[in-house]
C-alpha cells in the first residue's frame, strides 16, 4: 500500500511530493525532485528509473504527461506500476497500471490552488484520494507545500489509508531555487520517517522542529538589538556561558551551538529564537 500527492505552490516558487506506505524506508524510493524539472512519485512496482531518468525528460522540457506516456511505453511491467508528476510549468499526470492491487487509481489536476497530482494502490477506495484532494485544495494561500502535503496525507489516513490498517513509512520533499540551507541549495525539506506506527505523526513532528530550526520569522517581526532587550541578552547569554562583552558575537555563538544559524540576522533577533533563549536561560 502506498498513496503519494506530487504538488506545486500556486506561485510557482515551490514544488513538492509526500507518500505514506506499508513498506519500509519508503521514501528512499518513492519520490524524486529538482529544480527546472518538477517532483514525481513512483510506486506500486516502483520502476525506480523513473527517478532519474523522469526527472532528466522533465528537465529537457517534456510535460508531465508526455513523460509517464513516454516512459512506460517500453516499460514490460508497466500494469503493475504506479507514478504521478508535476513538471516545472504546472502541468500533471498520474498513472496507475491494470495490475495495480485494489482499490487502485489517481487524480491529476492543473489547479487554481495548485497543481497537484493524488495517487494510490490497496486503498480503501477512491475516498482516500478525493480527501487528499479536497484537503490539498483547503490549504490554497495559507500554508507552504509541505504542510499542504502533509494534510493531505492525514487526510488519506484518515478517510482509510490501506484497509489492513497498515502504516509503516512516510515522507516529504520539498524544492525551491535556493530557498535551501545557508541559500546554497534548493531542497527546502526533506525529512523521512522510515519504520513507525504512526509515520504521518511523526512527520508533522519532524516539519515542526525543521520549522523551528530552518524557518524565517517575517522581517517586521525581527527586534532590534537595543535598549532593555540588549541587556536581557547580555543577562541571558552570561548565564548559558556566554560573556565576551559583545552582545552580538555572544547571541551568534549561541545561536550556532543552538542549530539556530538559519534565523541570524545582523543587528537583529528573530523572536522565535529570543523565545528559546530564554527558555534555556531559565526565568
Known amino acids: 500500500m502506498t498513496f503519494s500527492i506530487v504538488g506545486r505552490s ?11 506506505s506499508k513498506f519500509l524506508a519508503a521514501g528512499a524510493y518513492v519520490p524524486a525532485a529538482a529544480v527546472g524539472a518538477g517532483a514525481l512519485a513512483t ?25 509517464l506516456d513516454e516512459f512506460f511505453a517500453d516499460d514490460p511491467r508497466r500494469d503493475e ?20 492491487q485494489a482499490w487502485a487509481g489517481g487524480v ?42 502533509l494534510a493531505a496525507l492525514h487526510a488519506g489516513q484518515d478517510a482509510g489509508g490501506d484497509p489492513r490498517g497498515g502504516k509503516q513509512a512516510a515522507a516529504v ?12 541549495s534548493d531542497v527546502v525539506v526533506d525529512l523521512r520517517s522510515d519504520d513507525s506506527p504512526e509515520p504521518i505523526g511523526e512527520l ?16 517586521e517581526s525581527l527586534l532590534p538589538l537595543a535598549g532593555p532587550l540588549l541587556e536581557e ?8 556561558g556566554y560573556h565576551s562583552g559583545d552582545v552580538a558575537h555572544d547571541l551568534y555563538d549561541w545561536m550556532g551551538r543552538e542549530n ?24
Do not use: K
Not at 44 to 62: I, V, W
Not at 233 to 240: D, F, M, S
Open 10 to 20: 500556486v506561485d510557482g516558487f515551490e514544488t513538492g511530493v509526500a507518500l505514506a
Open 108 to 149: 491529476a489536476r492543473a489547479d487554481p490552488a495548485g497543481a497537484f497530482a493524488a495517487q494510490g494502490n490497496m486503498l480503501a477506495g477512491p475516498d482516500v484520494i478525493d480527501a487528499m484532494v479536497t484537503a490539498w485544495l483547503a490549504g490554497r494561500g495559507e500554508a507552504p507545500v509541505a504542510r499542504r502535503l
Open 233 to 240: 541578552l547580555a543577562e541571558r547569554l552570561a548565564a548559558a
Open 173 to 184: 520533499l520539498v524544492i525551491s531555487p535556493g530557498a535551501g540551507y545557508g541559500g546554497l
Open 260 to 283: 539556530f544559524e538559519e534565523r541570524w540576522h545582523d543587528d537583529r533577533i528573530d523572536p522565535v529564537v529570543l523565545e528559546q533563549l530564554r527558555l534555556d536561560s531559565g526565568p
Open 204 to 219: 508533522e513532528r519532524m516539519l515542526d522542529l525543521h520549522d523551528l530550526y530552518f524557518g524565517r520569522s517575517p522581517e
Open 43 to 67: 510506486q506500486a512496482y516502483s520502476n525506480l528509473e523513473l527517478r532519474t531518468r523522469g526527472l532528466d525528460m522533465l528537465a529537457s522540457g517534456m510535460t508531465a504527461t508526455r513523460v
Open 81 to 100: 506500476r504506479q507514478a504521478g508528476v508535476v513538471d516545472w510549468r504546472g502541468g500533471v499526470a498520474t498513472f496507475t497500471g491494470d495490475r495495480c
